[in-house]
């Protein structure tokens, strides 16, 4: 069973940053293309950011040059770096396979862009 575990939210202000990170519970990184994800309250779960086994990356419009995706294979990690946050932004941030394994959620990590 896989299982992803998000870190690095918290609070912050307008226009500071964040960076995320999502490990798995085993080595299968490298088999999945790995999406970020987000559910702000009252929303449903939205794709933010997806990144392939090769490196390719997508951005859903509302992030496009404010967020960058990366992984690290050997690491069997993947980051969302967050610059510029807006109010708009707050929500809980999971990862997960793209598309999703379902089953595989975490807890997520809240963001919360307040001043």
């Known amino acids: 069973q896989v299982q992803f575990v998000e870190s690095g939210g918290g609070l912050v202000q307008p226009g500071g940053s964040l960076r995320l990170s999502c490990a798995a519970s085993r080595s299968i990184f490298r088999r999945y293309n790995m999406g970020w994800y987000r559910q702000a309250p009252g929303e449903q779960r939205e794709l933010v950011a997806s990144i392939t086994t090769g490196g390719n990356t997508n951005y859903a419009d509302s992030v496009k040059g404010q967020f960058t995706i990366s992984r690290d294979n050997a690491k069997n990690t993947v980051y969302l770096q967050m610059n510029s946050l807006k109010p708009e932004d707050t929500a809980v941030y999971y990862c997960?396979?793209?598309?999703?394994?379902?089953?595989?959620w975490g807890q997520g990590t809240q963001v919360t862009v307040s001043s």
């Open positions: 997960n396979a793209r598309p999703p394994l379902e089953g595989a």
